[in-house]
Nanobody, 123 residues
Framework: VQLQAFGGGLVQAGGSLRLSCAASGLTVRNYVEGWFRQAPGEGRSIVASISRSGHMTYYPDSVKGRFTVSRDNAKNTVYLQMNSLRPEDTAVYYC?????????????????WGQGTQVTVSS
């Protein structure tokens, strides 16, 4: 199983980025996926999770209304659309997957992880 996250970069505050997480060795529609971020000196925190059906999502208050998680089953890829970016969104972003049904907030419950992609938001 491999999850490959990409799409990070440098963007000005107020800008947008779309992260992608391409999966191989698993079928994303059969899994719950999550996006996490980790800033220097901090732990890994949830930013979005999508249910196996794709009909349920979870966002913490810090990103609600700005970030959107989605899935393209045909491409076996999960996306994180990030709008209205703020300097405090700067972090390494990771995608993760677990064989489950409902969105999962806890990083410790995920089975598979991708490598991180750096997002830097300048003020």
């Amino acid at each position: 199983v491999q999850l490959q996250a990409f799409g990070g970069g440098l963007v000005q505050a107020g800008g947008s980025l779309r992260l992608s997480c391409a999966a191989s060795g698993l079928t994303v529609r059969n899994y719950v996926e999550g996006w996490f971020r980790q800033a220097p000196g901090e732990g890994r925190s949830i930013v979005a999770s999508i249910s196996r059906s794709g009909h349920m999502t979870y966002y913490p208050d810090s990103v609600k209304g700005r970030f959107t998680v989605s899935r393209d089953n045909a491409k076996n890829t999960v996306y994180l659309q990030m709008n209205s970016l703020r300097p405090e969104d700067t972090a390494v972003y990771y995608c993760a997957a677990k064989s489950a049904v409902y969105p999962i907030q806890s990083a410790s419950q995920y089975t598979y992880w991708g490598q991180g992609t750096q997002v830097t938001v300048s003020s």
